[in-house]
């Protein structure tokens, strides 16, 4: 699952052209994905934001992901599981 962060702030930083090349590209890639429009992350100053959640792992965020940045992101962390930079770290903990 891929969580695109669409409100005012990543829609205004390039969220729509991210979206719209990520519901493109991966099934011409062959991986099956359900490409979701979300409201804020709380990331603001890391537009656009995309959260990856990989069957039986936990969500990783990324933050100032274009184009460029999202087809590195479907090279190496989606189909690889290696890590690219712009990982934006989780620095708290949800309560029990």
Do not use: H, W
Not at 5 to 21: E, H, L, W
Not at 78 to 83: D, Q, V, W
């Amino acid at each position: 699952e891929i969580r695109v962060a669409m409100a005012t702030c990543g829609i205004a930083s390039g969220a729509k052209t991210v979206f719209d090349f990520l519901v493109e590209e991966l099934p011409k890639r062959n991986i099956q994905a359900n490409v979701i429009k979300t409201g804020c992350m709380g990331y603001c100053y890391a537009e656009p934001t995309l959260e990856i959640t990989k069957p039986g792992e936990e969500p990783m965020v990324f933050g100032y992901v274009d184009v460029k940045k999202a087809d590195e992101i479907i090279e190496k962390f989606i189909k690889t599981g290696a890590l690219v930079d712009g990982i934006i770290p989780i620095n708290y903990e949800l309560a029990q």
